[in-house]
């Protein structure tokens, strides 16, 4: 599959063993649509290591243009609803863009 635009958002990140089933469901069905519907986000993607020495999940949002994850389109999502409820599952976040 091509890269869709010019700027990708890519991310890494453990979950705790007893939330990660909550974690994937939000992932999938709530957390990639909401950010794909943000203008500028074109496609996103995710991927879970098989055998995990570091993170336990990676994923990329392709993206128009080069832009940094800010601004109220980006942050209302992660401050209201299931996400505040998701983001305690989770550890060891690091995300890079370009």
Partial sequence: MAFLGKGAMVFWNDV???GEADFNHWHV???IPERVGV???LRGRRYVA??????DAAGE???RRFQRAQGPPLRKPVRSGV????RPLCFGAVASYS
Avoid: C, M, R, Y
């Fill in 16 to 18: 705790i063993a007893e």
């Fill in 29 to 31: 069905f709530e957390h």
């Fill in 39 to 41: 203008p500028g986000f």
């Fill in 50 to 55: 098989v055998a995990a020495d570091d993170h």
């Fill in 61 to 63: 949002f392709q993206q």
């Fill in 83 to 86: 996400s505040l409820e998701v």
